[in-house]
């Protein structure tokens, strides 16, 4: 991409690369790195012409509900804070409210395909908005609550 002159680096990552899901955890944790190495990805490939999207996906209708393996050895503590995520995952292809995987590649293909710049991260359906606007007002009052903490004299 760099003796070419020009490149578009696509990373798909999820909404959980920007907020957490209970009994993903390492789920989450990875599309949190990715999503860490595809900003400073971006800036580092900038200057080359080199463009880097982040594909932020809600549900969809994929194998990945059915693809799940149960854990071997499950705690029953975390049963009734994990219970409802999982299950939901597993019934994502017969609802009827998510994301087809086509609609997904053609989208795709359009930003691929779009001159100029494209925004970093691009979030994929009604959900994944609907997700993240609950994580960046959670981020707000997150960081206002450390902010009250942390600004001003230290407690004597």
């Not at 991409?1 to 990875?30: C, D, E, K, W």
């Not at 949190?32 to 080199?50: F, K």
């Not at 149960?70 to 999982?86: F, G, I, Q």
């Amino acid at each position: 991409m760099r003796s070419q002159g020009h490149g578009h680096i696509i990373n798909v990552s999820s909404v959980v690369g920007r907020m957490a899901f209970p009994g993903l955890a390492a789920y989450t944790a990875g599309k949190h790195a990715l999503e860490g190495m595809s900003q400073t990805l971006a800036v580092e490939a900038a200057p080359h012409n080199i463009r880097v999207t982040v594909l932020e996906p809600g549900m969809f209708a994929t194998r990945y509900g059915t693809s799940m393996t149960e854990a071997r050895h499950r705690v029953p503590a975390y049963d009734a804070t994990n219970r409802e995520m999982l299950d939901g995952a597993r019934g994502l292809a017969e609802n009827p409210e998510t994301g087809r995987p086509e609609d997904f590649a053609a989208r795709v293909l359009a930003i691929v395909a779009a001159d100029g710049p494209t925004p970093l991260r691009i979030p994929f359906g009604d959900d994944a908005y609907g997700y993240l606007d609950l994580a960046e007002e959670a981020s707000r009052e997150e960081f206002a609550a450390a902010r009250a903490l942390t600004q001003g004299p230290p407690p004597s």
